[in-house]
């Protein structure tokens, strides 16, 4: 009994509420159900009306339709309205079956013309199909074919008698019905008068015990989803239920001021961890970068490619001058991305010392099927896959070897692969390097593939870089890059 009443000894909420909606449920009940009643019994009543005047209209049409579709099929012969008569007669068929043919629900007199229908209709069917078998040319063809449409006026007439009986007989009921229709909405009306004062009175009890403190514990609700938690705290002025809620609501509300503080605190550790990370990133390739002077290099191999060129040592000179554009390309820039077509440039220098490493053994073919110029990549991607291409799957090949790099778009995404007829890689050899990536992933420490397939997934998010191998197969890489950006106008070249 305690668990029911308040600190001061009266009825609980619970109860009080439980009292209040089983009165408001009982009052609703009984409205609907009376109204319920009344209606559904009107829509019975005029359901069975429409549905047999909806029968007899049907029937009149298919029979229209099938005397129609005969006459063209009669002049006419063909497959189209052989067709269209055939389907015309499954209608006529089908919706004279549909008829109410109960007497003791329809009556004597529709009774008497829906046997008379049904009748000559299986009568008028066999002088039909008789008719449809003769020959044009035989001697009673026009008259047989004049008795058939003689038959269908028959059909139509009584068709018509029907529904002019079931017309008539529905007036009557429908009179009938009419009469105690026309006290239904004061019914309603009542019923709906008796709920509506009985739930005010309710509605007004419950208002006072329920509703008003509950909208202050709402409106404070808002306050605090803004991100506003300054203002005072509610008063408990009950013991019930409803005073707990507030009490607790109050507790609940400085412990999530104090949370919320803690945390902001957190947010901004870890955004200024963020930003610390990245500039260990960007630190990390300035520092690779600036272990080569850039103009000390490129002075030094114009020295060389100059003194080459004196020599009348052309190839020499050629190579120089492709190793020179290389390291350009590679020092040139600070974007984490850059064009495809700026990739492929650079790409083009070191396939061409590799060339003459190799001494034309293995070609390299291109199928870029985008605008390079259009497309984004990271950069430094393309020219480490084409490396291991050269070093493991085609070096041992003695008789050369075919590297292919493909490029299309699949919707928005960028496809690149990079595929060799080499040696190919074994399954333990492929997981081991699959399971090498994933650890370079994870710790950064890698300058190959785990640094590419890391930076793919740092600047392209749904981005990804698979390797396919078998043993005497040759090796594919592909990667697949959504493009969500533009391309930014290039950086001027060191000079």
């Not at 008068?193 to 007004?204: E, S």
């Not at 390079?372 to 003695?398: I, R, T």
Request: hydrophobic fraction near 40%; include cysteine.
């Amino acid at each position: 009994m305690a668990r029911n009443k308040t600190a001061q000894g009266g009825i609980s909420l619970r109860r009080k509420v439980t009292a209040w909606l089983a009165a408001i449920l009982l009052v609703t009940m009984l409205s609907t159900g009376i109204a319920t009643m009344a209606g559904q019994w009107t829509v019975r009543s005029f359901d069975m009306l429409l549905a047999d005047n909806a029968v007899c209209y049907t029937v009149q049409n298919a029979l229209k339709d099938e005397t129609q579709a005969f006459a063209r099929y009669v002049r006419q012969p063909t497959s189209e309205t052989e067709q269209a008569y055939t389907a015309a007669c499954t209608a006529s068929e089908q919706s004279l079956a549909a008829l109410p043919f109960d007497y003791a629900r329809i009556g004597e007199e529709r009774y008497a013309r829906t046997w008379n229908l049904l009748q000559g209709y299986a009568g008028y069917r066999q002088e039909r199909d008789a008719f449809l078998q003769l020959s044009p040319s035989a001697d009673t063809y026009i008259e047989q074919m004049y008795h058939v449409m003689a038959l269908q006026d028959y059909l139509a007439e009584y068709a018509l008698r029907l529904t002019q009986a079931t017309l008539e007989q529905e007036n009557a009921l429908y009179s009938s019905t009419a009469a105690h229709i026309r006290h239904l909405p004061w019914l309603y009306l009542g019923l709906f008068l008796t709920a509506a004062v009985l739930v005010l009175l309710l509605i007004r009890v419950l208002s006072r015990a329920v509703v008003r403190p509950l909208l202050r514990l709402a409106q404070a609700s808002r306050s605090i989803a803004e991100g506003d938690f300054s203002r005072p705290d509610l008063p408990v002025k009950s013991s019930d239920e409803v005073g707990r809620l507030t009490g607790t609501f109050n507790q609940m509300k400085h412990a999530m001021a104090q949370q919320l503080t803690t945390q902001q605190a957190l947010h901004r550790e870890e955004v200024r961890n963020l930003a610390l990370e990245k500039d260990l990133e960007h630190t990390r390739l300035e520092v690779l970068k600036s272990q080569v002077n850039p103009h000390f290099l490129f002075n030094t191999l114009n020295m060389i490619s100059c003194m080459a060129r004196l020599e009348d040592a052309a190839t020499t000179d050629q190579m120089i001058v492709h190793l020179g554009s290389l390291f350009r390309h590679n020092l040139r820039t600070k974007r984490q991305q850059i064009t495809l077509e700026e990739e492929l440039d650079g790409l083009e220098d070191y396939i061409y010392l590799q060339q003459m490493r190799f001494d034309g053994r293995i070609t390299v073919e291109k199928s870029i099927r985008v605008q390079p110029a259009a497309v984004l990549v990271p950069s430094f991607m393309l020219q480490p896959v084409v490396e291991n291409a050269y070093s493991h799957g085609l070096k041992s090949c003695e008789e050369g070897g075919r590297i292919l790099l493909r490029a299309w778009m699949q919707g928005k995404v960028l496809v690149l692969t990079v595929a060799d007829n080499g040696k190919g890689m074994t399954p333990e050899e492929l997981d081991a390097v699959q399971t090498k990536i994933a650890q370079s992933e994870q710790t950064g420490r890698s300058i190959g593939l785990g640094n590419i397939s890391r930076r793919i997934g740092m600047l392209y998010p749904g981005g990804k870089m698979q390797v396919y191998s078998r043993a005497d197969c040759g090796t594919v890489v592909r990667f697949e890059l959504p493009q969500t950006q533009q391309p930014e106008e290039k950086e001027e070249t060191l000079s």
